[in-house]
């Protein structure tokens, strides 16, 4: 997968991306990086929720807490705001996670998913049944 993200300040997004991904770029130049990472996967979705088209966040997935918790540790060395958010039903699953803005706003949710939800997020399930918060 390729992701290109238009910057203003090159500096500024190498150090946040260098630590949200715990990687040094492999190609630097004036007006261009890139990182190539080892590990492509890729969870793609789309959906009709949101007020508008387009990127919704970027994300990255990890398949255990422990992963988790280095990620995290990760977000701390970006030097952004970090939202946690915790356990939570969003997108029919069950997850806990965390979000963060680089420096042009783009969203990027942390996360691990550890199980599956009938409801698409905590606004559809029954008021009786509700223990989460959601995306």
Known sequence: MHIHIKV???????QFYSALLNSKPTVVKEDYVK???????????????????????????????????????????AKSTIREQGETTCCYAK???????????????VFHTYGESTFYGDRDIPAET??????
């Open 35 to 77: 990182w190539m990472l080892e590990d492509p996967k890729i969870n793609l979705a789309i959906s009709t929720s949101g007020n508008k088209v387009g990127i919704e966040h970027l994300g990255i997935q990890v398949e255990s807490k422990d992963e988790l918790k280095s990620v995290y540790g990760n977000l701390q060395n």
């Open 130 to 135: 509700k223990t989460e918060k959601c995306c």
């Open 8 to 14: 203003d300040n090159l500096q500024q997004n190498i």
């Open 95 to 109: 997850s806990e996670k965390s979000w963060v803005a680089d420096p042009q706003g783009i969203e990027w949710e």
